[in-house]
């Protein structure tokens, strides 16, 4: 029994993560608009535009690290995308405010504010680069797609392989041929089954020589499935009323599908992505939203 969750549950997950995220951001804006004694700065003064700058920007950057992990759970091709570009929106905004707070600790920042921004600016800069292949690649839902086809399309050409070796092996005389023949029809099947099986494997693995590796046996797995084809054909001494022909014509099917299997694979937008949002993106927000708050509380004693 397939134990992953469905989309509704993977959706769900994601909505979940999400709602957790604004509420942490809404704390976060809540909490950084007041001074350390909780009475709000003077109107208008610079101190106070700046608090409200990174206030925002605090809980853009909050917003943008949820829209993005929903993007790489979403398991629907548009939704994923709606999400990724409202991600992208917030990582503008975070942009925008970032050249208005530049200005602003430019002309009345103490030195410290300006190394503090420095700071920022070169981690904002790594977390940029990490969510533009990230937010191109997390709606293509590669790996989705790619477990879908072997468990549908691909079952079905199973079956129908299956189907057409034993009506082959069952038609063929004498007896002592009809044995080879459901011998080798067998020694086939599972040969195709273990591409099958391997399938899985690469699609869940994420390393590329992982990848890499586990093809050798896949395209092992597709010669003895050949191999034994070949050698019924050989002992049938006819194609079976074009049951064995048909059978070669869905191996060849089945070997069409196993491509854009491992292409799909290779792409790895699902697993690749939600890796890199729970590893490197998450470290690289995380860092962005310390030198705000260092920033923050830099601003409040100037």
């Not at 769900?12 to 604004?22: C, D, P, Q």
Request: charged fraction near 25%; aromatic fraction near 2%.
């Amino acid at each position: 029994m397939d134990s992953r969750p469905s989309g509704a549950g993977r959706t769900k997950t994601g909505i979940i993560w999400a709602l957790s995220l604004v509420a942490t951001a809404a704390i976060v804006f809540f909490a950084a608009t007041r001074l350390p004694d909780g009475t709000a700065g003077r109107d208008g003064s610079p101190s106070m535009r700046r608090q409200l700058l990174l206030s925002d920007m605090r809980l853009n950057l909050a917003r943008a690290a949820e829209l993005e992990k929903c993007a790489v759970l979403s398991e629907r091709d548009e939704e994923s995308a709606n999400f990724s570009e409202e991600s992208k929106s917030a990582s503008a905004t975070v942009e925008r405010d970032l050249g208005k707070l530049r200005k602003l600790i430019g002309e009345q920042g103490s030195a410290k504010e300006r190394e503090l921004l420095g700071k920022f600016e070169r981690s904002w800069k790594q977390l940029k680069q990490i969510d533009a292949p990230l937010l191109l690649v997390a709606p293509q839902n590669t790996n989705i797609k790619a477990l879908e086809l072997s468990g549908t399309i691909g079952a079905e050409l199973l079956q129908k392989f299956h189907d057409d070796l034993a009506k082959a092996a069952q038609k063929t005389t004498p007896v002592s041929k009809r044995i080879e023949m459901e011998k080798l029809a067998a020694q086939a099947e599972n040969a195709v089954q273990g591409i099958a099986i391997l399938q899985m494997q690469h699609i869940h693995t994420l390393s590329a020589p992982e990848k890499a590796a586990i093809e050798a046996p896949m395209n092992a797995a597709v010669k003895h499935a050949e191999s034994r084809l070949k050698s019924m054909e050989a002992v049938s001494g006819r194609k079976s009323n074009g049951l064995l022909g048909n059978a070669a014509t869905v191996l060849g099917e089945i070997l069409q599908l196993n491509e854009e299997i491992v292409r799909l694979s290779k792409i790895d937008s699902n697993a690749g992505s939600a890796e890199v949002s729970l590893g490197t993106r998450r470290m690289a927000d995380t860092e962005c939203d310390r030198l705000l708050r260092e920033l923050q509380s830099e601003s409040f004693r100037n």
